[in-house]
């Protein structure tokens, strides 16, 4: 079954770039929308944004201008850069599969296991 | 942007009885509606979606029903491995995709 697994530094200054790649094991990213989702420390979740395998995008409003998801599929991987970050970013990062193939909108499944990143100097 | 509200914040119950858990949108986002389930240190997973269907592998014993801003999770009979945080999640009106701020079962 597909597999998703996030990598990328744990620790970030403030006003860098945190950047962050999800691997897709198990199957290909050349359908489904893939999103990236956070959550802050024992707080609730929030969704980022999503990429289809063709390059297009759609992010939620509060980040869209920080944010940029970007897709490699010939490694089978999708990147997310959050520009500019605060302390309010550090959180623990997921990656997730939309559930529909063709369309966007749906629920998420399955899920990587999620990577902490603090921004701290 | 949609919000969704979930009630109560924790819910203290015993193994073996039953737990209903509640979820408001403010406003209809029809039965677009998802469960997830989440224990410490792991991802979210997905329990139902379609205000009411279960996902693959997940027990009868969690139901879901509602449509409209109206939404509840039941766990029957809990089980040990039941007390965690569950989420709810709308995906009618986006972006933003939103969930709730999550419900905490815990063991009474």
């Known amino acids: 079954q597909v597999q998703l697994q996030e990598s990328g530094p744990g620790l970030v200054k403030p006003s860098e770039t945190l950047s962050l790649t999800c691997t897709v094991s198990g199957g290909s990213i050349s359908s489904y929308y893939w999103s990236w989702i956070r959550q802050p420390p024992g707080k609730g979740l929030e969704w980022i944004g999503y990429i289809y395998y063709s390059g297009s995008t759609n992010y939620n409003p509060s980040l869209k201008s920080r944010v940029t998801i970007s897709v490699d599929t010939s490694k089978n991987q999708f990147s997310l850069k959050l520009s500019s970050v605060t302390a309010a970013d550090t959180a623990v990062y997921y990656c997730?599969?939309?559930?529909?193939?063709?369309?966007?909108?749906?629920?998420?499944?399955?899920w990587g296991q999620g990577t902490l990143v603090t921004v701290s100097s | 942007e949609i919000v969704m509200m979930q009630s109560p914040a924790t819910l203290s119950v015993s193994p073996g009885e039953r737990a209903t858990l509640s979820c408001r949108a403010s406003q209809s986002v029809s039965s677009n509606l998802a469960w997830y389930q989440q224990k410490p240190g792991q991802a979210p997973r997905l329990l139902i979606y379609g205000a009411s269907t279960r996902a693959t592998g997940i027990p009868a014993r969690f139901s879901g029903s509602g449509s409209g801003t109206e939404f509840t999770l039941t766990i029957s009979s809990l089980q040990s491995e039941d007390f965690a945080v569950y989420y709810c999640?709308?995906?009618?009106?986006?972006?933003?995709?939103?969930f709730g701020q999550g419900t905490k079962l815990e063991i009474k």
């Open positions: 997730a599969r939309g559930n529909n193939a063709a369309r966007p909108g749906g629920w998420f499944d399955p």
């Open positions: 999640q709308q995906y009618n009106n986006w972006p933003p995709y939103t």
